[in-house]
């Protein structure tokens, strides 16, 4: 049965490998989904499948009034953008130059940091307080300090995960594609869990390390840190120099810009 819910919000993240889906109310989130980033799709294809994720999980795709988008893949957002004018009547907000977000940007080059890089730093600062790095386990492991003051000036970007274990096993003749989780013990005895504990705990240690090198060249011994991301839950639960692992935080951040648009106008 269709829920007959007050108007929504869709905030819709494009990042390399999947689009994620948030559908609020207020400040609720409803439902989130998502699907792989077709960069062939066309509007229509756009169009149908939202409204169709959106029915499918019981809300009237019709109480969706307002859409923002956030994407780091520019082939897809002709299609997405008409998709939202065509199927949800609504003209979207777009993350990116001259957006109001309530952090300052003073890297080098501003311009080049992505979107999604943003309403992560966003959504960390606004929800949890600054000084802050925000972790991203996307297809790129990314770690963004933003400072007590709201600025955002460091940026690290290295290999995500799944990045990591495809180059594992499409450029060697006999390593097997593999299920990524955590094994017992980082003692491994076969080539499934040595893969797993060199991927894991490779990025565990990765993590700390570059937490502590941030702290100790900062000077912000009280940094906290969040973590986000489809794999970023299994960093966080090892490891105590993560703070919080919050899975929705993009979604959140995009939630939280899209407000400060509103009170602009």
Same mark, same amino acid.
């Given at each position: 049965?269709?829920?007959?819910?007050?108007?929504?919000?869709?905030?819709?993240?494009?990042?390399?490998?999947?689009?994620?889906?948030?559908?609020?109310?207020?400040? +609720?989130? @409803?439902?989130? /989904?998502?699907?792989?980033?077709?960069?062939?799709?066309?509007?229509?294809?756009?169009?149908?499948?939202?409204?169709?994720? %959106?029915?499918?999980?019981?809300?009237? $795709?019709?109480?969706?009034?307002?859409?923002? %988008?956030?994407? *780091?893949?520019?082939?897809?957002?002709?299609?997405?953008?008409?998709?939202?004018? !065509?199927?949800?009547?609504?003209? #979207?907000?777009? &993350?990116? #130059?001259?957006?109001?977000?309530?952090?300052?940007?003073?890297?080098?080059?501003?311009?080049?940091?992505?979107?999604?890089?943003? &309403?992560?730093? &966003?959504?960390? =600062?606004?929800? $949890?307080?600054?000084?802050?790095?925000?972790?991203?386990?996307?297809?790129?492991?990314? =770690?963004?300090? *933003?400072?007590?003051?709201?600025? /955002?000036?460091?940026?690290?970007?290295?290999?995500?995960?799944?990045?990591?274990?495809?180059?594992?096993?499409?450029?060697?003749?006999?390593?097997? +594609?593999?299920?990524?989780?955590?094994? !017992?013990?980082?003692?491994?005895?076969?080539? &499934?869990?040595?893969?797993?504990?060199?991927?894991?705990?490779?990025?565990?240690?990765?993590?700390?390390?570059?937490? +502590?090198?941030? !702290?100790? +060249?900062?000077?912000?011994?009280?940094?906290?840190?969040?973590?986000?991301?489809?794999?970023?839950?299994?960093?966080?639960?090892?490891?105590?120099?993560?703070?919080?692992?919050?899975?929705?935080?993009?979604?959140?951040?995009?939630?939280?810009? /899209?407000?400060?648009?509103?009170?602009? @106008?």
């Amino acid at each position: 049965m269709i829920n007959k819910e007050n108007n929504m919000l869709l905030t819709v993240d494009v990042g390399n490998t999947n689009i994620t889906f948030g559908l609020f109310e207020g400040d +609720e989130i @409803k439902s989130t /989904f998502r699907m792989d980033t077709g960069i062939t799709r066309t509007s229509d294809e756009y169009g149908i499948m939202i409204c169709g994720l %959106i029915k499918y999980k019981g809300f009237d $795709y019709g109480k969706v009034k307002n859409v923002i %988008i956030s994407s *780091v893949v520019p082939a897809t957002m002709h299609s997405l953008l008409n998709a939202s004018r !065509k199927y949800l009547n609504t003209e #979207p907000i777009i &993350v990116g #130059p001259g957006i109001k977000t309530g952090i300052r940007v003073t890297t080098a080059n501003p311009n080049e940091v992505g979107a999604d890089r943003i &309403v992560d730093a &966003v959504g960390a =600062y606004e929800i $949890y307080g600054g000084p802050i790095m925000v972790i991203d386990y996307g297809t790129a492991t990314t =770690y963004d300090l *933003v400072r007590e003051d709201g600025t /955002f000036d460091v940026a690290i970007t290295a290999p995500g995960i799944k990045l990591s274990a495809n180059a594992l096993w499409t450029g060697t003749a006999k390593l097997p +594609e593999i299920e990524i989780k955590k094994p !017992k013990t980082i003692l491994a005895n076969d080539t &499934v869990t040595s893969m797993q504990a060199g991927l894991v705990y490779g990025q565990i240690g990765q993590a700390e390390y570059i937490i +502590e090198k941030v !702290k100790e +060249e900062t000077g912000l011994t009280d940094m906290k840190v969040v973590a986000t991301g489809g794999l970023g839950r299994i960093i966080s639960e090892n490891t105590s120099k993560i703070d919080v692992y919050d899975k929705d935080l993009t979604l959140k951040g995009m939630k939280l810009i /899209f407000d400060k648009q509103k009170k602009r @106008k």
